[in-house]
């Protein structure tokens, strides 16, 4: 361990120099030892929180960060979990991913998700009590490798460029999955409008520039806190009314009594690894749960929020997904919507799912908007003072945000193309990224490396165990999720100006294509 650095203050505290611990990087006032009429006498009481508060306030580039997330601890619990809630349940997704592994393989890996994920998201919060200064998961996981070098006993050199590394690759995959989230779900908002107004002359490329429109006033909400009545009215509202919807349409088709009805293949391996990605981009959202955390009012209510998210998410998950693939079988589509006939409450639906996409595209952009701006000294919580490089902060994020979501646009008029397979590959393509690692094995990799105390035999076998199924499941979908997106898509700027949606029982491989829908389910 090297010695710790000292940041110089300005004149008017004297008597007093901020430390900055190498190892877990906190703020702490130390005495100097040059004799000051107003150094404070021997045997006084340590500085305060609000001492150290004030002193980081002096200090350039730390103190700024430093302050900038105290003022972001607001956000109430029923805030954290409406927003975990509104992100991560997609329960009418679980149908496709079945699918694609099918019935043994895919109840495997709901029920191995199901618990797994339950249990990393609770790892996130405990590695975030035993390093309170911490708040990204690129910070934990590069103070995790520093600590890991230590242990290896590398030298300060070393174990700062562990730091860097770690930090480093972690933020840019943190940006890869959720910088290409936000571009799915704007492909996934202009084919819901496109399915809206189905004989619209208005083509796929002009529909997504609405729905960007639409989704950029939504982008200014400053953080999750703001974020939260958005997560309630535009996510979770939503939401429980589409899992209404999905379960009056399958009761009133019964596809399973349909000709041919329903078929269950044997999924080839490319189609296996494929689904097991989209699981994980079902069950993704931990890439920012150390960043809701930084918001909470109380942090240690956090394992509250994972028993009230996965209370609500899991039932809907095993019943929309058992129902879901028993109704459709083979033929589930990542746009379930297209099983359902093109009647009154599929409509509804789809305006819902067009609702809901606002929420989609916020919250993924959240997480990546705020990783910059509070580095930048952008104020969330600030709206006209203090100014930043002389802006108001509200400016300063119109701007920026602006340009950043106009990235994400282009990029997402660059993939339009075909409506199943190329977002069934997309998802298993972010899947793979980023979701399975910030899910399923990272939060492993972070108790075993941060744990003040040593980790009994069962739970580090379990984390170990997890970490290689994570690590399997990454590259094995990785490489079939990127072929499965090249064969699917029509190329660069190449999609169509419609897409043919076919609804049921209009598909060849519909349940129901040779005996047609019963009586009063398409009205």
Known sequence: MGSPKVAKIPKGTPGKRLVIDDEAPTLALAPTNTPSSSAPPEGAPPPTASDTRAAALLVDGI?????????????????????????????????????????????????????????????????CSWRPNLSSFPELTGEAFAHWSDRLGGSPSRRERWRAAAHGLTLGLQFATYYLTAVTELIYFEQFMGQLFETSAICQWQWMLIAALIAWPFLQVPSFHESRWVALIVGVVPLVANVVVMFYEVAVVRPWDCTPGPAFGTPSAASVALGFTAFAYAYGGHGFYPE?????????????????????????????????????????????????????????????????????????????????EIPLGIDPSAVCTPPWRSLPPWLARLLFRSAFFGSQVLLAQMLLAGEGDTLMSLQSLIGAVGMTAFTYFLPYVLLLLLSPARV??????????????????????????????????????????????????????DPCFVSGLPPGAAS
């Open 63 to 127: 103190e700024s960060q430093t302050t900038l997330k105290e003022r972001l601890r607001r956000a109430p619990t029923w805030a954290v979990t409406a927003n975990n809630v509104a992100f991560m349940c997609v329960p009418r997704s679980i149908p496709a991913c079945l699918a694609a592994t099918g019935w043994p393989l895919g109840i495997a890996a709901l029920t191995y998700s199901s618990v797994v994920t339950y249990d990393t998201g609770k790892v996130l919060g405990e590695v």
């Open 292 to 372: 809701e955390i930084r918001e909470m009012k109380q942090p240690s209510a956090w394992n509250t929020v994972m028993r009230w998210t996965y209370g609500i998410a899991m039932p809907l998950y095993w019943a929309c997904g058992i129902v879901g693939y028993y109704a459709y079988g083979d033929f589930a589509m990542a746009n379930i919507n297209l099983n359902f006939p093109r009647n009154g409450a599929n409509l509804f639906s789809i305006a819902l799912q067009a609702v809901q996409e606002i929420y989609f595209v916020l919250s993924s952009n959240l997480v990546l908007l705020l990783a910059v």
């Open 456 to 509: 009994s035999r069962p739970r580090a076998v379990w984390a170990v165990i997890n970490i290689i199924v994570g690590v399997l499941v990454m590259l094995g979908g990785l490489l079939s999720s990127i072929q499965e997106l090249v064969d699917s898509s029509a190329g660069l700027f190449e999609g169509d100006c419609h897409l043919p949606y076919a609804y049921a029982p209009l598909d060849p491989d």
